[in-house]
């Protein structure tokens, strides 16, 4: 992941709520990733404006299976090798899927690592490195 842009936001508190992290940076700007498991119990990983819920009809309807869950916390980190609350795009899922509305900026904030940490990230190289099937996933 050399030569990826990145800059860090650090906060003095857990970033949970999207209006706390709204606090230091543009609510518009701010992408969550969301960590979910199909019925088949694989991981998949859901990357969304912020101020958007996930649809698991759309999921389930996109990748053909029969039930799409949130990932519990421990989940979270086994599968994603990074904390709930602080996932990046960059991790350890395989399967991404992306919202088509987080095309429209240049740069994203997401999931810095850690629960009080986000970074900005271009969103070109959000696509080039997770390669993510881009879809309608919100509702």
């Known amino acids: 992941m050399r030569n990826v842009w990145h800059r860090f936001i650090e906060f003095n508190e857990p970033v949970k709520t999207v209006e706390q992290a709204a606090k230091k940076v543009q609510v518009e700007k ?35 299976v029969k039930d799409a869950r949130l990932a519990s916390p421990e989940e979270v980190l086994a599968s994603s090798g990074y904390p709930a609350g602080g996932v990046p795009p960059f991790n350890n899922i395989q399967r991404v899927l992306m919202d088509p509305k987080l095309l429209s900026h240049e740069t994203v904030i997401v999931g810095g690592g850690d629960i009080d940490k986000l970074v900005e990230l271009r969103t070109k190289d959000i696509v080039e490195v997770s390669n993510p099937q881009i879809a309608d996933v919100t509702k």
């Open 30 to 64: 701010i992408a969550k990733s969301i960590v979910m498991f199909d019925s088949d119990d694989a991981p998949l990983l859901a990357i969304i404006p912020a101020q958007s819920m996930v649809s698991h009809k759309k999921i389930k309807r996109l990748l053909a």
